[in-house]
């Protein structure tokens, strides 16, 4: 799963002109309301009373596999937030009375869920994930977690045997290049073959949704 990586946006918030305080993409770019995807927002805190709940997060939460995987299927929003105060326009949907805090936001906008500080927890995350994707796409979140991770093993595994190759290249005292140049091309083979599974997949699922926008 180290294959994985949060694309978090920082997107710069409109928060004032046009802004409706029950839609949180009225203050984004068009990217967001265009995307057809909930949001999961994860507003963060530099304060050192809450560096345990963000080491906690960041350390498990956002490394549980259910979350990571899951997250590819939302808009990625991160934000400090101890600048985001009670006067915000958007303070019913972002805001709470802890930090670190996790928001998740629908298709259209709205807030489906929250959870903060020492609540957060990786099951409690991916439950509003499941609840907001549940609205957008037709194969249920658990589904796609469940069919990634197979592809995802998969990739792990021929990566492994590329390792186990290089050593083996690199500790022998006998030239083979003509059966390594084999190994590797069956190797590289088998990743595009995988590789082109999941791009299929990942566009079915993006593709097959129960809403076309917001």
């Not at 009670?86 to 259209?108: A, Y």
Request: charged share 30%.
């Amino acid at each position: 799963m180290a294959r994985i990586e949060y694309k978090w946006d920082d997107a710069k918030f409109n928060s004032y002109e046009g802004a409706n305080p029950e839609n949180l993409y009225s203050a984004l770019p068009d990217t967001y309301k265009t995307a057809g995807k909930p949001t999961l927002v994860f507003l963060t805190s530099d304060l050192a009373d809450d560096a345990q709940y963000m080491k906690n997060i960041e350390g498990t939460t956002l490394m549980d596999e259910n979350v990571q995987i899951g997250a590819g299927m939302f808009n990625q929003l991160k934000m400090n937030g101890n600048k985001v105060k009670d006067t915000n326009p958007f303070w019913k949907i972002l805001g709470g009375k802890s930090l670190p805090r996790m928001v998740v936001v629908d298709h259209s906008g709205a807030k489906v869920g929250a959870v903060e500080a020492q609540d957060i927890s990786p099951s409690k995350v991916f439950g509003l994930m499941k609840r907001a994707a549940s609205k957008v796409y037709k194969t249920d979140l658990e589904a796609i977690v469940k069919e990634s991770k197979t592809i995802l093993t998969e990739i792990d595994q021929i990566e492994a045997k590329r390792a186990a190759l290089a050593t083996k290249k690199a500790s022998s005292t006998t030239q083979k290049e003509s059966e390594w140049a084999k190994e590797e091309a069956a190797l590289n083979e088998q990743m595009k073959a995988v590789e082109a599974r999941d791009l299929a997949l990942k566009k079915k699922w993006n593709e097959d949704k129960k809403v076309t926008k917001a």
